[in-house]
């Protein structure tokens, strides 16, 4: 009995010592924000768009490509919702392509307003762009189709950014608008202020 009571106090301390981030529901809250390298890419208005962009407000960070029959506008779509039940200020939603050959900043703004006119579209060269998508650890594959047409495999990962561009919590399908906004809500009282 006493083996079980020590045992049970050891969880509940490692637990109260390790309650240092909100607890998600569909989502997983990093101990340690993990940090971003630099980058050089290109917003949907065809500005310059680095690391520097994306500190000083907490963002949310998706890879996709605009011919993606389903994961990526089910994805964006359900991310419009949340956003919207959520009402974290300051919040923002970041789309970087992995198909840079079909989506220039044109495309890439079209296709993110379609969903939301505050979402930014991120594209650039495939050499930039598989440099971010590693360093934040999404896998990428071009698949060929029959006919000479190809589509993208990619990690269907959303990734919340604090305000000084780290990665510091992640979601992963299945995806839930109304449980991402709760998450979000209790996430934003954890992200510093820039």
Not at 134 to 146: E, I
Not at 149 to 161: E, N
Not at 175 to 184: G, I, Q, V, W
Request: aromatic share 10%.
């Amino acid at each position: 009995m006493a083996a079980l009571c020590a045992a049970l106090a050891g969880f509940w301390l490692a637990r109260e010592l390790d309650s240092s981030g909100p607890e998600l529901a569909s989502g997983t809250w990093l101990p340690r924000p993990k940090p971003i390298a630099d980058f050089q890419l290109t917003d949907n208005e065809g500005k310059p768009f680095s690391l520097r962009d994306l500190q000083g407000k907490p963002s949310l960070v998706f890879f996709g490509f605009t011919h993606c029959p389903d994961v990526c506008p089910t994805t964006l779509a359900k991310l419009a919702q949340a956003m919207k039940a959520a009402a974290v200020p300051n919040l923002r939603v970041v789309f970087v392509t992995v198909d840079p050959a079909r989506d220039p900043p044109n495309v890439v703004g079209l296709y993110v307003h379609a969903f939301d006119p505050s979402f930014i579209g991120l594209t650039g060269d495939e050499k930039a762009i598989d440099t971010v998508a590693t360093d934040f650890g999404v896998a990428v594959n071009k698949v060929d189709l029959p006919g000479g047409d190809y589509t993208m495999d990619h990690s269907a990962v959303i990734f919340l950014l604090n305000t000084h561009g780290q990665v510091a919590g992640i979601f992963t399908p299945p995806f839930d608008p109304h449980r991402l906004a709760e998450d979000f809500g209790r996430a934003a009282s954890y992200l510093p202020k820039s």
